[in-house]
Antibody, heavy 118, light 110 residues
């Protein structure tokens, strides 16, 4: 059974860097057709795809966030990570990690709330 | 910039049928975009209902169905129940590992 678990600080100061990690169990990071993704949801708002990294290591970024975001993977630890720099209050959100596939159901973590505040 | 459009809100009577839609500002939604649908209740992670246009995820009741209607993806709920009241999101695959979510539809069952 695939499980994903987000981890990272729940509070980040404005202008600093948000760092989150997703630990994967029940699947390999390198399984063909896997895209490992980050999606966020500000309080009371909709879902926003942030970035993905494929089983080959190729990356995709939301154009509106591309300049501030980096997604990376550590295959040995079965983890993938998100870094977002220069955060503001607008980046306060529940951040979800997910395994996305085009032709199969997706799996999501439970999400972690990150608040940007001094 | 790609925008995925959904009705902001919809209402359905218990036992009734409702169709939610998912459009693109730049193109018609086709199976090539692998449209999918999620249901989200307050405080919970999104739950996938439909993937690749019309495939139900495991455990999803058959009152939920997906299709292409005209130039949009559609989610139809037949025989709506009270616990179908939730936010519904569609997402489309734009290629190169990129997805775009719609703004979501708040469905009220009353």
């Amino acid at each position: 059974q695939l499980q994903l678990q987000e981890s990272g600080p729940g509070l980040v100061k404005p202008s600093e860097t948000l760092s989150l990690t997703c630990t994967v169990s029940g699947d390999s990071i390198s399984t063909i057709n896997n895209f490992w993704a980050w999606v966020r949801q500000p309080p009371g708002k909709g879902l926003e795809w942030i970035a993905s990294i494929s089983y080959t290591g190729s990356t995709g970024y939301n154009p509106s966030l591309r300049s501030r975001v980096t997604i990376s993977v550590d295959r040995a630890k079965k983890q993938f990570s998100l870094e977002m720099n220069s955060v503001t209050a607008a980046d306060t959100a529940v951040y979800y990690c997910a395994r996305l596939r085009k032709r199969e159901p997706s799996y999501w973590g439970q999400g972690t709330l990150v608040t940007v505040s001094s | 910039q790609t925008v995925v459009t959904q009705e902001p809100s919809f209402s359905v009577s218990p036992g009734g049928t409702v169709t939610l839609t998912c459009g693109l500002n730049s193109d018609s939604v086709s199976p090539n975009y692998y449209p999918c649908w999620y249901l989200q209740t307050p405080g919970q992670a999104p739950r996938m209902l439909i993937y690749t246009t019309n495939n139900r995820s495991s455990g999803v009741p058959d009152r939920f169905s997906g299709s292409i209607l005209g130039n949009k993806a559609a989610l139809t709920i037949t025989g709506a129940q009270a616990d179908d009241e939730a936010d519904y999101y569609c997402a489309v695959y734009m290629g190169s590992g990129s997805w775009v979510f719609g703004g979501g539809t708040k469905l009220t069952v009353l």
